[in-house]
């Protein structure tokens, strides 16, 4: 074989093999939400107070609980960050303020989040 094709071959493997890499999720800290990530929720806090929370008790504790959404939303849009309050845009157009004191967010990568964006906006009787 030349070395000629040799470099070729190769050159096809490492294309290949970047191609393959999958993409990650990435945990994003409120301070780097930035415009233009595409993001998903990865949790939600809610908060309570016990319905026994009478002072005869004692001290009133607020109880927390982090879960997983039920539901997987597609990928979202950073429109702008003014921390704790993320302003975001569905594929559908429908924008909305996010509050990062009660969701963890995570940046998917940017050819994943437009894919998605893109089949979300234009898929049939969706």
């Known amino acids: 074989m030349s070395k000629k094709t040799k470099d070729k071959l190769e050159k096809k493997e490492k294309q290949e093999k970047r191609t393959r890499i999958r993409a990650v999720a990435r945990v994003l800290a ?61 594929a559908k157009g429908k924008r909305r303020v996010i509050d990062l004191r009660r969701v963890r967010l995570a940046r998917v990568s940017e050819r994943f989040g437009a894919r998605v964006f893109d089949g979300m906006r234009t898929a049939p009787g969706a």
């Open 30 to 90: 409120p301070e780097d939400v930035a415009p233009g990530d595409y993001v998903c929720v990865l949790s939600e806090t809610y908060e309570w107070l016990p319905f026994f929370c009478a002072s005869e008790y004692g001290r009133v504790q607020v109880q927390r609980a982090t879960v997983i959404p039920n539901t997987t939303d597609p990928p979202t849009i950073v429109e702008a960050v003014c921390v704790p309050f993320v302003f975001v845009r569905e």
